[in-house]
């Protein structure tokens, strides 16, 4: 019964995550959903400025006790009131309140992309990384493995004096050195899977075979995190609008409907009281002096505005200048992969026809052990660049202003 039970996990054991499965764990950690609860609250807070500007409604009472009795101050009394207060006009603040909620709004959102980009561009680093590492770790395993065979062949020649000493002290030398750049490697493969862990927020075991898609470039798309200070510039300068809107005048309406429960000791004051009283009020103002507080207030937001607006500049030509240089990159790494796979098919000829030599005893081990070397050197570095191809292909997605994640296949 256990080796049954045994046999239905196994499974989950050898079960590991491919590219697109990593990216939708990465997708979902905390650092991400608490950018989307901040833009949840950004909303809330919209809401609640827009909630604020609808007509106000206010009821209450007012209980009143007094010692000296008169005509308008009964002995004591309660007044029950209902008030309804509407801003008609506050010099365009209200308009430039909701546009500027709206643009802080969508440069969250452009901020949570840009977030999220980032975060699977993480991932699709230390993906190819990973099997990178692990193809150099493999071609080094088979070398030290052909040096070990060689040791151990020359040590039967050793032991009958038909090779010398410091033959066998060479392939001692490049096995520890080809030792050390194994730990080396094995010490990057951990770091990667540390780091994915980090960021899918769970152990992983990595699935090859994931790619990424090319891309079709087209001059209208802009990186989230341009578009996020697109947004700021506009949110900043609404609230220049707004702090400047006190100059104008504003208009409200006010209604006031009180109900009257008065009791008068002296009856004579009694009977000239009201029970009930309507107020209607239409009322303006205007602030047509404060010491230029206003207009200094109004000027510091728009130096924040101009400021930005710089910024904004600087950041969008980085920007282009990026997604060329990540374009050349991806050429450059393209002309690699053909020049790795002719150095490759060529070492590996040179190799074969050294070892043969070496067998013979046409070359000494000098000659042999660098023809190993160049052979799984050029091995690996062919499949470091092929795994940097896919990422060069999302440094250009990412760049571009393309979701990352919707690239893998």
Same mark, same amino acid.
């Given at each position: 019964m256990k080796k049954l039970y045994l046999c239905f996990l196994l499974p989950l054991y050898l079960y590991g995550e491919n590219l697109g499965?990593?990216?939708?764990? &990465?997708?979902? /950690? $905390?650092?991400?959903? *608490?950018?989307?609860?901040?833009?949840? &609250?950004?909303k809330s807070a919209y809401s609640?400025?827009?909630?604020k500007y609808l007509p106000k409604v206010t009821i209450g009472a007012i209980y009143s006790d007094t010692n000296k009795e008169t005509p308008s101050v009964p002995d004591n009394g309660l007044v029950s009131y209902a008030n309804i207060n509407y801003v008609v006009y506050d010099g365009g603040k209200k308009n430039a309140t909701y546009k500027r909620y709206e643009n802080s709004i969508k440069s969250a959102k452009e901020n949570l992309k840009i977030l999220k980009n980032n975060v699977a561009l993480q991932v699709i680093t230390y993906y190819f990384n990973y099997f990178s590492f692990l193809a150099q770790k493999?071609?080094?395993?088979?070398? #030290?493995? =052909?040096?070990q065979a060689q040791y151990r062949r020359l040590k039967r020649f050793l032991d009958v004096g038909t090779v010398t000493s410091d033959e066998i002290d060479k392939i001692v030398a490049r096995v520890e050195n080809a030792n050390v750049a194994l730990h080396e490697i094995e010490l990057h493969i951990q770091t990667v899977i540390h780091h994915l862990h980090y960021l899918v927020a769970k152990g992983v075991r990595l699935d090859p075979g994931s790619t990424i898609d090319n891309i079709e470039l087209d001059d209208d798309t802009?990186?989230?995190?341009?578009?996020?200070?697109?947004?700021?510039? =506009? *949110?900043?300068?609404?609230?220049?609008?707004?702090?400047k809107s006190t100059n104008y005048p504003m208009l409200s309406l006010d209604n006031t409907f009180s109900k009257y429960?008065?009791?008068?000791?002296?009856?004579?004051?009694e009977s000239s009281s009201v029970d009930t009283q309507n107020v209607f009020k239409v009322n303006l103002a205007w602030n047509i002096f404060d010491f230029g507080a206003t207009r200094d207030a109004y000027e510091s937001e728009y130096k924040k505005y101009k400021a930005l607006k710089m910024r904004y500049e600087?950041?969008? /030509?980085?920007?282009?200048?990026?997604? =060329?240089?990540?374009?050349?990159?991806?050429? #450059?790494?393209?002309?690699?992969?053909? *020049?790795?796979?002719?150095?490759?098919?060529?070492?590996?000829?040179?190799?074969?026809?050294?070892?043969?030599?070496? $067998?013979?005893?046409?070359?000494? /081990?000098?000659a042999y052990l660098e023809a190993l070397s160049e052979k799984y050197n050029a091995m690996?570095?062919?499949?470091?660049? =092929?795994?940097d191809l896919e990422i060069k292909k999302a440094n250009i997605i990412y760049h571009s202003g393309k979701n990352v994640w919707e690239y893998v296949k």
């Amino acid at each position: 019964m256990k080796k049954l039970y045994l046999c239905f996990l196994l499974p989950l054991y050898l079960y590991g995550e491919n590219l697109g499965e990593l990216l939708e764990l &990465s997708l979902h /950690n $905390q650092l991400i959903e *608490s950018k989307k609860r901040d833009v949840d &609250s950004l909303k809330s807070a919209y809401s609640s400025v827009e909630n604020k500007y609808l007509p106000k409604v206010t009821i209450g009472a007012i209980y009143s006790d007094t010692n000296k009795e008169t005509p308008s101050v009964p002995d004591n009394g309660l007044v029950s009131y209902a008030n309804i207060n509407y801003v008609v006009y506050d010099g365009g603040k209200k308009n430039a309140t909701y546009k500027r909620y709206e643009n802080s709004i969508k440069s969250a959102k452009e901020n949570l992309k840009i977030l999220k980009n980032n975060v699977a561009l993480q991932v699709i680093t230390y993906y190819f990384n990973y099997f990178s590492f692990l193809a150099q770790k493999e071609a080094k395993q088979k070398e #030290i493995e =052909q040096l070990q065979a060689q040791y151990r062949r020359l040590k039967r020649f050793l032991d009958v004096g038909t090779v010398t000493s410091d033959e066998i002290d060479k392939i001692v030398a490049r096995v520890e050195n080809a030792n050390v750049a194994l730990h080396e490697i094995e010490l990057h493969i951990q770091t990667v899977i540390h780091h994915l862990h980090y960021l899918v927020a769970k152990g992983v075991r990595l699935d090859p075979g994931s790619t990424i898609d090319n891309i079709e470039l087209d001059d209208d798309t802009k990186r989230a995190d341009i578009k996020a200070l697109e947004y700021d510039m =506009q *949110s900043i300068l609404f609230n220049a609008r707004a702090v400047k809107s006190t100059n104008y005048p504003m208009l409200s309406l006010d209604n006031t409907f009180s109900k009257y429960d008065l009791n008068y000791e002296n009856q004579i004051y009694e009977s000239s009281s009201v029970d009930t009283q309507n107020v209607f009020k239409v009322n303006l103002a205007w602030n047509i002096f404060d010491f230029g507080a206003t207009r200094d207030a109004y000027e510091s937001e728009y130096k924040k505005y101009k400021a930005l607006k710089m910024r904004y500049e600087y950041e969008k /030509n980085k920007a282009n200048v990026d997604l =060329q240089l990540a374009m050349k990159s991806y050429n #450059i790494t393209k002309l690699k992969i053909t *020049s790795a796979t002719l150095a490759l098919k060529a070492s590996v000829s040179t190799y074969e026809t050294v070892e043969k030599k070496y $067998q013979n005893g046409l070359v000494d /081990n000098v000659a042999y052990l660098e023809a190993l070397s160049e052979k799984y050197n050029a091995m690996s570095f062919l499949k470091k660049a =092929q795994y940097d191809l896919e990422i060069k292909k999302a440094n250009i997605i990412y760049h571009s202003g393309k979701n990352v994640w919707e690239y893998v296949k």
